[in-house]
């Protein structure tokens, strides 16, 4: 039995690679009918190639066989998606087939989803009042709500730079402490202890 380099889908390596270099120049070599002195005994050349073969055949045995596993693995990887798409089109099936949520599926190693229970009237009322409260300090406004605040109409102004758009005063929010508004040219205001304001209407004319 003769092992040369190209034994297998892959080189030898490392000391595998040194045994098959010895064993290609026992061959070459040394001719099969002389002897060697081996570990203290005498073998033919015949035994020394014969022992070192067995030797070899383990190391090629282990290569050959992790060579099959990484081109396995490889096939396997490639047909990964394909394993996948054929488990959850089965999946599907027996969904459908059983129905959703029936205890059944997690024989076949499927999660089964948790059915609600449905609610009572009180749950309901309750869940409804925390809604109402978080919409209130959310500020959250409904369809109809945003529906009935409209803009008004601004005002169309030319001035010397252009026209402009002066916004409706309802629209512009006042701002926070602003006094009260003035009374109109002309009015009137009462003081407290019923004295009229400087420039009142009240003083009389001529005085």
Do not use: H, W
């Not at 099969?32 to 070192?52: H, I, Y």
């Not at 396997?76 to 394993?83: D, E, G, N, V």
């Not at 009142?200 to 004319?205: D, Q, Y």
Request: glycine share 10%; net charge positive; charged share 15%.
């Amino acid at each position: 039995m003769s092992i040369g380099m190209s034994n297998g889908p892959s080189a030898p390596k490392g000391f595998e690679a040194l045994l098959v270099t010895l064993l290609t120049g026992l061959q070459q070599l040394i001719p099969a009918k002389s002897t060697l002195v081996v570990k203290g005994a005498t073998m033919t050349q015949a035994q020394v190639v014969s022992a070192l073969q067995a030797v070899i055949a383990y190391y090629a045995a282990v290569r050959n066989q992790k060579a099959a596993m990484l081109t396995a693995l490889a096939v396997r990887k490639q047909q990964s998606q394909a394993a996948r798409d054929l488990y959850n089109q089965i999946k599907a099936a027996l969904v459908a087939q059983l129905g959703k949520g029936n205890p059944e599926l997690g024989k076949f190693g499927f999660k089964v989803g948790k059915t609600p229970k449905p609610l009572t009237s009180e749950q309901k009322a309750l869940k409804a009042a925390k809604a109402r409260v978080t919409r209130q300090k959310r500020g959250t406004k409904g369809s109809a709500e945003k529906a009935a605040i409209v803009a008004a109409t601004p005002t169309l102004q030319l001035g010397p730079n252009g026209p402009t758009l002066t916004p409706n005063p309802a629209d512009v929010p006042a701002p926070s402490g602003t006094a009260a508004a003035a009374p109109p040219s002309g009015g009137s205001t009462t003081e407290p202890g019923g004295s009229a304001a400087p420039g009142s209407s009240n003083t009389p004319a001529g005085k």
